[in-house]
């Protein structure tokens, strides 16, 4: 199968943060909430989600890159958002897990700047804007936004120390590397092997922490974010985010 690359769609300019690539982490199905759809198109209201992904992205940062990696129905992704995005198509998929979808994403870069997030998240805008991004960051939730199952994080002197489940502070399942952390997270995809490629995003988090790497952790004051998890999440009237 051929992988997919598109040109990127530059907005009109915005304030913010200028030349971040965004990575949209979505090769899976949407088989968990029995969509017949992968979960990039799961439409909300009047919109796909990663339409409302992209809009929010747009609208905080200043001309992003923007990457989408999928592996489920990557050709129907493809279809509905030429032209919109740079599209790389995880082939392993089905047998590998985020950090390969990470890996990719990562390596097709043009900036030094890197943010990452799952692609079944829907949140608004004041998630992403007004952040500090000289410096790298995870985005966490202590508000039960987030669902209990979820990974937490433990923080010590406002900086992440290690993420797990069963925590009380939820990560949001998005974060910002930079500088000294883009640089360990470039040594461990050099590194990158079969084994590797099973691991969640939270686990090279982890790695990066072991390895020097210092996350600030953010909780945005106005941030709504809602993970799509069943059916019952996609209905819109469940939807109070801007």
């Not at 608004?124 to 990974?151: A, G, P």
């Not at 502070?169 to 000294?180: D, E, M, N, P, R």
């Not at 990066?208 to 799509?228: K, T």
Request: aromatic share 10%.
């Amino acid at each position: 199968m051929t992988r997919f690359t598109h040109a990127i769609h530059k907005p009109k300019e915005q304030a913010g943060p200028s030349g971040v690539t965004v990575a949209i982490l979505s090769a899976g199905s949407g088989a968990r909430i029995k969509s017949y759809e992968p979960r990039s198109l799961i439409k909300i209201g009047n919109r796909l989600l990663i339409e409302h992904q992209l809009s929010v992205v747009n609208n905080c940062l200043h001309m992003p890159e923007i990457i989408g990696v999928f592996g489920c129905y990557a050709s129907k992704i493809c279809k509905k958002l030429r032209g919109r995005l740079r599209i790389v198509e995880n082939q392993i998929h089905h047998k590998t897990n985020t950090s390969e979808s990470l890996r990719l994403a990562f390596n097709n870069t043009l900036s030094t700047d890197f943010l990452f997030f799952h692609g079944d998240l829907y949140f608004n805008q004041d998630t992403l804007y007004n952040l500090d991004y000289s410096k790298s960051f995870l985005v966490i939730d202590t508000k039960k936004q987030m669902l209990d199952k979820e990974v937490g994080v433990t923080i010590f002197n406002n900086r992440a120390t290690i993420l797990s489940y069963g925590l009380p502070t939820k990560w949001c399942q998005i974060a910002y590397i930079t500088g000294k952390e883009y640089k360990i997270l470039k040594n461990i995809f050099n590194k990158f092997n079969t084994i590797n490629k099973k691991l969640l995003s939270f686990e090279i988090i982890n790695m990066m922490i072991d390895m020097g790497a210092v996350f600030n952790c953010y909780e945005p004051e106005d941030m709504s974010i809602l993970e799509i998890d069943c059916m019952k999440d996609v209905n819109y009237e469940n939807f109070n985010i801007k």
